[in-house]
């Protein structure tokens, strides 16, 4: 008889817990040509396209789907800008933002920041804006950034940009505000920003 060596990371059936080499190789097993008739006609009425995950019923599906079928991301170009003093206003009492940075490559493969967001407590943004470079740039990765020279004609200066950041991380008395995201340091060096000490990084 023939051992079977699954990992509990593999792709399972969640009609007949059948182990899947790949997701690709689970939705042939659920919706493909040859699909198993049961778990077809169950997945067909119970489960997600996306996951793909079967629900316990009809309700729950359509309750995950708010979950998992995220609407689709703006397009940078029609994204509105925030950096007004309103969106301080409205961070006042929390105790923890969110940072992300977008990279482009400048001269010997520098890192430069060209886009910058911070979200508060709610994930509502309070400050999102473009940063123009300070050296050339020569690749706007544009594949993963979404940014192109054009976007960055009118883009913050780099030294607003850290002054205004720095407002919001340091408006909470007595103690300065947690700062949330991945790869902070990176971030924070492009930003020119030391802030080491109220840091929760994320990778």
């Known amino acids: ?95 923890a933002v969110a940072i992300d940075c977008e990279m482009v490559e400048g001269d010997l493969s520098q890192e430069l920041c060209a886009r910058v967001c911070l979200v508060d407590e709610d994930e509502k943004i309070i400050f999102h804006t473009c940063v123009l470079p300070q050296t050339p740039v020569v690749d706007y990765r544009y594949e993963i950034t979404g940014i192109t020279e054009e976007t960055l004609q009118d883009a913050m200066p780099l030294n607003e940009v850290r002054e205004r950041i720095q407002q919001i991380l340091y408006s909470v008395e007595p103690i300065r505000r947690v700062l949330v995201g991945h790869n902070l340091e990176k971030h924070l060096h492009c930003l020119k920003i030391s802030y080491p000490d109220r840091l929760h990084n994320l990778a």
Not at 8 to 20: E, I, L, M, R, S
Not at 52 to 64: E, R
């Open 1 to 95: 008889m023939r051992t079977s060596h699954h990992s509990v990371h593999d792709p399972k059936c969640g009609v007949c817990n059948k182990h899947c080499k790949s997701f690709e190789s689970l939705r042939e097993h659920i919706a493909g040509p040859l699909a198993k008739v049961n778990c077809s006609s169950i997945f067909a009425e119970r489960g997600c396209i996306l996951c793909p995950k079967i629900c316990s019923s009809v309700d729950s599906l359509n309750d995950h789907k708010e979950m998992c079928h995220l609407t689709t991301p703006q397009h940078i170009e029609s994204m509105e800008m925030h950096h007004s003093e309103d969106d301080m206003d409205n961070i006042r009492g929390q105790e």
